[in-house]
């Protein structure tokens, strides 16, 4: 409820919902019917009781393979995870070219080259550059050499910033889509050993659940606002619900202990709304299958909410 004569926080500005239902990164089956989890949950009345003109787009048509990948494959799935992001990609640049801001729902991580892609695209034919702010409790920094499962939702971060298959590396027509000086990570507390070596070479700021425990989510969060909104467009956001606590979060297939709370990551979207800087907003790995009565998408779209300007007061 609004309080009479104040300013919704959405009002005269829109969003579109974009519904990314791709399991094919991921392990565990579950994890694409994450879109249909918030949907449930009430997102689209709920966005629009902000004050939000909303469109939901649908969800992407997604290709089944004709048989499961060999085992050993460090690949897994390439060939229809990357047609989901090409057309993920040409959808995120029609809401923007709308007017409107994406609201991406995953789907497993792997989405994000995806997203990504297609909000970098269309500020790069602008002369723009878009900063990231990454939520999650693993790098997602693997390559095809690195991984130790071959499941593409370990390597998305790393894709976007150049390093992978061509196929995933080339979507939309140039690679690196980021500049790692423009992008921060949170959440980190399970890396893999070549992604430590990555992360070192490619120099991209990592603000670990140590740091977070050391310095306090709010200093963390403003810096990494700060290094990502250096960005002359603004910057993407994606949030991956494994992020935070398993207490809070239990519909994930990765999930890992001693995440985010629920204050740290409300607090979080919460800054990111009041910086205004996000030019599209992502949540991806909610576990249907894992969740306990929908809490970790209902957790999902509060978490929505508050990026988009949902305040107590």
């Not at 393979?65 to 990609?89: S, V």
């Not at 994000?112 to 997602?140: M, N």
Request: aromatic fraction near 4%.
């Amino acid at each position: 409820m609004i309080a009479r004569g104040a300013r919704a926080p959405g009002e005269g500005r829109r969003v579109s919902i974009i519904g990314a239902p791709c399991g094919f990164g991921a392990s565990v089956a579950g994890v694409d019917l994450g879109p249909a989890a918030m949907r449930v949950a009430g997102l689209r009345r709920r966005v629009a009781g902000l004050g939000y003109e909303v469109r939901d787009m649908g969800d992407l048509r997604i290709e089944s393979p004709p048989e499961p990948p060999p085992p050993g494959e460090k690949l897994r799935y390439l060939r229809e995870i990357t047609a989901a992001c090409e057309r993920l990609a040409s959808d995120v640049k029609t809401a923007l070219g709308g007017g409107e801001l994406p609201i991406v729902l995953g789907g497993d991580h792997s989405i994000a080259i995806g997203s990504v892609s297609g909000v970098t695209s269309f500020y790069a034919a602008r002369g723009e550059t878009v900063g990231l702010i990454w939520f999650d409790a693993h790098a997602d920094m693997n390559t095809p050499e690195t991984s130790p499962s071959g499941n593409i939702h370990g390597m998305p971060l790393a894709v976007l910033l150049g390093q992978g298959a061509p196929e995933l590396t080339g979507i939309e027509g140039f690679s690196p889509k980021l500049d790692p000086r423009l992008c921060a990570h949170i959440g980190a507390r399970d890396v893999d050993p070549g992604e430590r070596e990555l992360i070192r070479k490619l120099g991209i700021r990592f603000f670990t659940m140590r740091e977070i425990d050391e310095r306090g989510m709010s200093a963390c969060v403003d810096e990494a606002i700060h290094i990502a909104a250096k960005a002359t467009a603004g910057y993407h956001v994606t949030l991956d619900v494994d992020a935070l606590d398993p207490g809070d979060a239990p519909g994930s297939g990765t999930v890992v202990r001693g995440g985010l709370t629920y204050r740290e990551a409300h607090l979080a979207m919460e800054k990111i709304a009041e910086t205004g800087g996000a030019l599209a907003l992502e949540v991806v790995e909610i576990n249907t299958a894992l969740d306990i009565n929908n809490r970790t998408a209902e957790l999902g779209v509060e978490l929505i909410l508050s990026a988009l300007g949902k305040t107590i007061l």
